[in-house]
Nanobody, 120 residues
Framework: QVRLVESGGGLVQAGGSLRLSCAASGSILSINAMGWYRQAPGKQRELVANIISGGSTNYADSVKGRFTISRDNPKNTMYLQMNSLKPEDTAVYYC??????????????WGQGTQVTVSS
């Protein structure tokens, strides 16, 4: 089993910053890709950013230039530095990881989500 635990959400004023963390633990041989998704009330879950094992990154247009995704491979931990936050960034942020277990089987896992609220 693999567990993803997010932290770092909270309430911040527009223009402020937050840093989210996602720590993966359990039966992990390697992690192919990790990513952050978000879901606002009444909207579908959307990709915010992702990062593959080699370090390549991908961002949603709405966060480019404001958010930075990174990962610490030895610690199986991913981060999302969010700057210049806007009220429209308000959502529950979910961590996702594609993990290869000790049987060399890849599977997708999700964290429980962390709330980010940006006040105007």
């Amino acid at each position: 089993q693999v567990r993803l635990v997010e932290s770092g959400g909270g309430l911040v004023q527009a223009g402020g910053s937050l840093r989210l963390s996602c720590a993966a633990s359990g039966s992990i041989l390697s992690i192919n890709a990790m990513g952050w998704y978000r879901q606002a009330p009444g909207k579908q879950r959307e990709l915010v950013a992702n990062i593959i094992s080699g370090g390549s990154t991908n961002y949603a247009d709405s966060v480019k230039g404001r958010f930075t995704i990174s990962r610490d491979n030895p610690k199986n931990t991913m981060y999302l530095q969010m700057n210049s936050l806007k009220p429209e960034d308000t959502a529950v942020y979910y961590c996702h990881a594609n993990v290869v277990n000790y049987y060399h089987t890849p599977s997708n896992y999700w964290g429980q989500g962390t709330q980010v609220t940006v006040s105007s």
